[in-house]
């Protein structure tokens, strides 16, 4: 078959699309093959933490100021937002319903 194509001097697409991609066409050699994930302690590595003030937050740092946002109210039996709340047994409830369970 070759032999033919040689003889008919036919000029033929270098990249066929039927044809599957090999790894070592797709990926030459010294090329990476995608993005890595960098590890923790890479990052703190490069981002020179001993520099930043104590009192900023960061990923070293665990220490940090409390949230100022209220904390969510959240009801004890299903976990949705929970308007209700029951003085005596210190439940929250999400509607009428769940109190009528308990």
């Not at 044809?19 to 890595?36: L, N, T």
Request: neutral net charge; aromatic residues 14%.
């Amino acid at each position: 078959m070759e032999a033919e194509v040689i003889e008919a001097e036919l000029v033929l697409p270098t990249y066929l699309s039927f044809k599957r991609v090999q790894m070592y066409e797709k990926y030459p050699k010294g090329q990476s093959r995608g993005r890595h994930w960098k590890h923790l302690k890479q990052i703190l590595q490069a981002e020179n933490y001993q520099n930043y003030p104590p009192d900023e937050p960061n990923y070293v740092n665990i220490e940090s100021p409390p949230s100022m946002h209220p904390c969510k109210r959240l009801c004890d039996m299903t976990g949705y937002e929970a308007p209700y709340y029951d003085p005596r047994t210190n439940l929250r409830y999400a509607y009428a319903e769940v109190f009528k369970l308990v």
